[in-house]
T-cell receptor, first 113, second 108 residues
Framework: SAVISQKPSRDICQRGTSLTIQCQVDSQVTMMFWYRQQPGQSLTLIATANQGSEATYESGFVIDKFPISRPNLTFSTLTVSNMSPEDSSIYLC??????????FGSGTRLTVV | LAKTTQPISMDSYEGQEVNITCSHNNIATNDYITWYQQFPSQGPRFIIQGYKTKVTNEVASLFIPADRKSSTLSLPRVSLSDTAVYYCLVHNTDKLIFGTGTRLQVFP
């Protein structure tokens, strides 16, 4: 199955700033997904990122707050903009692969102070 | 997307078989049932997927009755390392929507 590297693994950021999270996959994939997991909660899908097209955002998430780039078939970034303490979460990227289902990165633990 | 309902938590002891049941009354004809496992500080990991009847792999079995309105994940002889959150998902597209999951605690 695919191997996903996410960077950074964790960060502490000041409110009002932005953080860009990188997701690198060791194989070419069509679709990549970004999730948020708040402390003690389940995963919530933020958006779907296809190479060569605009990301598709789920209800409650907007491009101005969570801009996503997908420059090629192995890489994507998620930016958390103008952060507030409510954005403190784990952010995970994911890709889908046939038999193996979905593979997730280990996540980026973000704390906003 | 079909909504799933599963117990919030379960306790077990090492060596026991654990069965986690998930209800998905509104499952569609083209929906698949997939289970994921998540350890603290890690992303979810694929366990097993099925459409109907029984599926078995090296780590678990998945039982799906004929009406497909529920499914049961069976973990044989659990160990302490099986302590995790288990998610049941029903989907027919590439988009996964996670429910609340079942927090399994295994005791020695």
């Amino acid at each position: 199955s695919a191997v996903i590297s996410q960077k950074p693994s964790r960060d502490i950021c000041q409110r009002g700033t932005s953080l860009t999270i990188q997701c690198q996959v060791d194989s070419q994939v069509t679709m990549m997904f970004w999730y948020r997991q708040q402390p003690g909660q389940s995963l919530t899908l933020i958006a779907t990122a296809n190479q060569g097209s605009e990301a598709t955002y789920e209800s409650g998430f907007v491009i101005d707050k969570f801009p996503i780039s997908r420059p090629n078939l192995t890489f994507s970034t998620l930016t958390v903009s103008n952060m507030s303490p409510e954005d403190s979460s784990i952010y995970l990227c994911s890709v889908v692969e046939g038999y193996y289902g979905y593979t997730f990165g280990s996540g980026t633990r973000l704390t906003v102070v | 997307l079909a909504k799933t309902t599963q117990p919030i938590s379960m306790d077990s002891y090492e060596g026991q078989e654990v069965n986690i049941t998930c209800s998905h009354n509104n499952i569609a004809t083209n929906d698949y049932i997939t289970w994921y496992q998540q350890f603290p500080s890690q992303g979810p990991r694929f366990i097993i997927q099925g459409y109907k009847t029984k599926v078995t792999n090296e780590v678990a079995s998945l039982f799906i009755p004929a009406d497909r309105k529920s499914s049961t994940l069976s973990l044989p002889r659990v160990s302490l390392s099986d302590t995790a959150v288990y998610y049941c998902l029903v989907h027919n597209t590439d988009k996964l929507i996670f429910g609340t999951g079942t927090r399994l605690q295994v005791f020695p």
